[in-house]
């Protein structure tokens, strides 16, 4: 996966997504092979992104059963959702709170705290 915003511009990362038995009724799995320092993506390099949960009503999640899993979904539009959540994480359900945190100071500051841009470019 390649994802070109500032902040991840010429960034490559390795990931492996698998398939359930009873894929598209259930939906895959993406797991980043390659060290991502991500408000989404968790140490062990799960990614935690709504299209990829359960289509279960879960109220404790925030999120709308619309926004999660349905059998519509492909290869091609799980891979448009990743790469729009590199470019734009969501920082209020983080699979990693420091790289969330670390994403909200920077972007308050309007790109002036360079911390998240230099970590995300060693990691």
């Not at 492996?16 to 140490?43: A, G």
């Not at 699979?95 to 360079?114: E, F, I, L, P, T």
Request: proline share 11%; with cysteine.
């Amino acid at each position: 996966m390649n994802c070109t915003q500032s902040q991840h511009e010429f960034i490559w990362w390795r990931a492996h997504m698998k398939f359930p038995p009873d894929y598209p009724y259930s939906p895959p799995s993406i797991r980043f092979l390659s060290k991502v320092w991500h408000p989404n993506v968790y140490e062990n390099g799960d990614l935690c992104i709504s299209i990829l949960h359960p289509p279960i009503d879960d109220p404790q999640s925030g999120e709308l059963p619309c926004e999660r899993w349905n059998p519509t979904q492909n290869v091609r539009t799980i891979l448009l959702s990743v790469i729009s959540l590199l470019n734009e994480p969501n920082s209020f359900s983080p699979a990693n709170v420091d790289a969330s945190v670390m994403y909200r100071r920077w972007k308050d500051s309007q790109g002036k705290d360079n911390e998240y841009p230099n970590i995300i470019r060693f990691v």
